[in-house]
């Protein structure tokens, strides 16, 4: 085990590294963010809607489609090159693979949440600030299971035709039950409500975490296994 | 192909059977007090929505067993009851509408078991979009198999959200762990209409892993690719 | 130090190995010549681990991690400088940091890249990046190569100093397979031939000194008798 985290860790650096050198990635993700949040803004009523009552949803639709682009990068690095080849090579296990990819995943995620919740939070006028530990702690939480999901189809679609469109069709299904428990949850958040009472859903985005984050570290060799 | 002209009877048999459901529901059943006739199509819309959602958990099954065993024949049974899982999704999907306009005055209701059912159908266009895509026939079956177990795990969670939900749908009031609330001669012309439906799955799998046999050959000098 | 035994792979209906065996001692070279589609490649990814051959099997001393590989891509990251990606593949490799700064600096000196040591891949030009290549595939000091037409893009001089660099791993007591549909560049290095087609050895052989006309010369008359 040790090792398996070791080498991803050694993946994960290689991942960062890559993007800080292009930077292509994380700057048209934080840039497309920045757009839908402006399309929302055009997208509803002002005089109908109140912007509080659609935050929780303007929220989390930006973040779903900002992950949904971050996830197709992952595995579309290593098959420029065939570095994936290099890479199943290597006295590593498939697993290390798997951890380095979501855990470079995750930071890409976070990076791009961190970008567009002060915007979200000016463009709307909600006030963030006064429940933002409880409000990163249902974001970490929803992220981590629908990223460990992302990141084990992005595997399979990024060496399959359409692979830019495949993988949301893929993901959606498995994304909505996160997204539907987070909204509920950043919804009574952000009306000021306490956290317990959104307990049945952190517990619900918890146990879709531990399910799917095990099932993806145990799947994931059967989409390299050649 | 033996298993083929069986299924093909047994297709007959099962619509045959079935036309018998109905002749018993509309003649011999009695009307549902607040529904009137509109609860007759309960008889299509459970049964079909039961075995859309076992018809996942099958392909899942199959599908664990196939990552072991790396038997073919499980991957054409997962291939098959997602074919006909999808068959019964869109049922379901159809007649969920036909029975809410006059209930509940609206074609569609975010209701959220008829949601689910549409994820459920997404999730079997995907795992059928995913297996058209990939060339490698090896591959195909690896990258099935743990999506097709992806989507076993999701259905659990889809079943915790109905019940967290307030819901316009009806309560389930057959397979309540209290006794059957439903009178005596509408439970028995259920009970028919779902060992009929079952036929038909069954029918409708043995012609669908037929016909993947059938293709198998043909499909054999697709991964040229060295 | 490497041993074949009746390796047998089909892509669908096309035989790619066809009960492929041999072995390999220290200071052994062997050089596989056929044409394109023999099944070359094949057999190098199936001895590397990179395919599972479905029939017989392929055993390296020192498993995955004594193999040093280098094949038609690169696998090298577009945006990393040459040494970031030589530490980044060193690294998953296990070398210990000193033993990397050395043996980088070695290679580098020696494929004459030192000048390049701190450029992007993707800014180097072809020859250049199959020189990186070289040195990412011997940086872990690997007891096996197996190498897939590497001159491909190497100018008289590189491939002149690059074979220089395989005859001292060769007298280091490395193992090496080499595979190539050009007679001239393998066979000087080769201390045995064999000649490939359609997934066979048709001949398998001591190179006994024969120059490269003679192999050439043999080779074609292998090819046509079979």
Same mark, same amino acid.
């Given at each position: ?8 860790? /050694? ?22 963010? /920045?757009? /839908?949040?402006?399309? @929302?803004? @055009? ?42 080849? &290099? ?5 590593? &296990? ?51 299971? @629908?990223?460990?999901? &992302?990141?084990? @189809? ?45 307990? &049945? ?26 | 192909?033996? $298993? ?11 619509? *045959?059977?079935?036309?018998? *459901? ?14 009137? $006739?509109?609860?007759?199509?309960? %008889? ?21 067993? %196939? ?123 259920? $009970? ?8 038909? %799955? ?25 | =130090? ?33 044409? #394109?589609?023999?099944? +070359?490649?094949?057999?190098? +990814? ?110 008289? =001089? ?13 007298? #280091? ?22 000649? =490939? ?30």
């Amino acid at each position: 085990m040790p090792d398996t985290l070791r080498h991803a860790w /050694v993946i994960a650096r290689k991942d960062l590294l890559v993007e800080f050198r292009s930077r292509t990635a994380i700057l048209s993700v934080a840039v497309f963010t /920045v757009l /839908v949040l402006l399309v @929302f803004n @055009f997208g509803r009523d002002p005089t109908a809607v109140a912007a509080v009552d659609l935050a929780p949803s303007i929220l989390w639709v930006t973040f779903t489609f900002a992950a949904m682009l971050t996830l197709n990068r992952a595995f579309q690095l290593e098959l420029e090159n065939q570095a994936l080849d &290099g890479l199943l090579l290597a006295p590593i &296990g498939p697993r290390s693979l798997y951890l380095g990819k979501l855990l470079a995943n995750l930071m890409f995620v976070a990076v791009v949440e961190a970008v567009g919740l002060p915007l979200f939070a000016l463009f709307f006028n909600v006030s963030v600030l006064p429940v933002l530990p409880p409000l990163a702690g249902v974001i970490a939480l929803a992220t981590i299971g @629908f990223v460990a999901v &992302g990141t084990l @189809f992005s595997a399979m679609t990024t060496r399959t035709r359409f692979a830019e469109l495949l993988l949301p069709v893929l993901l959606l299904p498995f994304m909505i039950p996160p997204l539907i428990w987070a909204v509920l949850a950043t919804a009574a958040l952000l009306a000021g409500r306490p956290l317990s009472e959104a307990g &049945g859903w952190l517990r619900l985005l918890g146990a879709y975490d531990i399910v799917f984050v095990t099932l993806a570290f145990f799947l994931f060799p059967a989409t390299v296994d050649e | 192909m033996r $298993l083929l002209r069986a299924g093909r009877w047994i297709t007959v048999l099962g619509f *045959v059977l079935l036309a018998g *459901v109905y002749l018993r529901a509309l003649a011999f059943t009695p009307v549902e007090r607040s529904q009137g $006739l509109a609860q007759k199509i309960f %008889y299509l819309h459970v049964p079909a929505a039961i075995w859309a959602e076992t018809a996942m958990v099958l392909v899942g099954l199959a599908s664990v067993f %196939y990552l072991f065993l790396k038997d073919p024949r499980l991957d054409r049974f997962a291939e098959a009851s997602a074919e006909v899982g999808t068959v019964f999704a869109a049922i379901v999907l159809t007649t969920g509408p036909i029975w809410g306009k006059p209930i509940w005055g609206t074609w569609w209701s975010w209701d959220a078991r008829l949601t689910f059912t549409l994820f459920l159908f997404l999730l079997y266009a995907g795992y059928l979009l995913l297996r058209g895509a990939v060339a490698d026939p090896g591959a195909r079956r690896r990258y099935a198999a743990v999506l097709g177990i992806c989507g076993m795990c999701l259905v659990p969670f889809i079943h915790f959200s109905v019940y967290l939900f307030r819901t316009l749908h009806p309560m389930p009031i057959v397979l309540k762990p209290s006794a059957p609330s439903l009178p005596g001669s509408m439970l028995a012309t259920w $009970l028919f209409s779902l060992s009929v439906f079952t036929l038909l %799955y069954v029918a409708f799998v043995m012609q669908r892993y037929a016909l993947g046999l059938l293709r198998e050959p043909a499909a054999g000098s697709e991964g040229l690719h060295a | =130090m490497l041993r074949a035994e009746g390796l047998r792979h089909a892509f669908g209906s096309v035989r790619a190995l066809d009960d492929i065996s041999f072995t390999l001692h220290p200071g052994q070279t062997l050089a596989v010549f056929g044409p #394109n589609g023999a099944g +070359k490649t094949t057999l190098l +990814k199936v001895l590397a681990g990179l395919i599972r051959p479905q029939g017989g099997r392929a055993q390296i001393e020192g498993g995955r991690g004594a193999v040093g590989w280098i094949g038609h891509q690169p696998q090298l990251y577009a945006h990393l400088t040459v040494h970031e990606n030589l530490r980044f593949w060193a690294s998953l490799y296990d070398v210990p940091d000193g033993a990397v700064r050395r043996r980088a600096g070695d290679l580098l000196a020696r494929l004459r890249l030192e000048a390049h040591r701190d450029r992007p891949v993707r800014a180097l030009s072809r020859g250049l990046v199959q020189r990186v290549a070289i040195a990412r595939a011997l940086i872990h000091d690997p007891r096996v190569l197996l190498l897939d037409e590497p001159f491909t893009g190497l100018d008289r =001089m590189a491939a002149e100093e690059f074979r220089r660099l395989l005859e001292e791993q060769v007298a #280091n007591g490395r193992a090496t397979v080499l595979v190539t549909h050009n007679v001239e560049e393998g066979t000087e290095l080769a201390t045995d031939v064999a000649f =490939m087609r359609a997934g066979r050895f048709v001949r398998l052989e001591p190179r006994a000194g024969r120059g490269a006309g003679r192999i050439a010369d043999a080779y074609r008359e292998a090819i046509a008798d079979a």
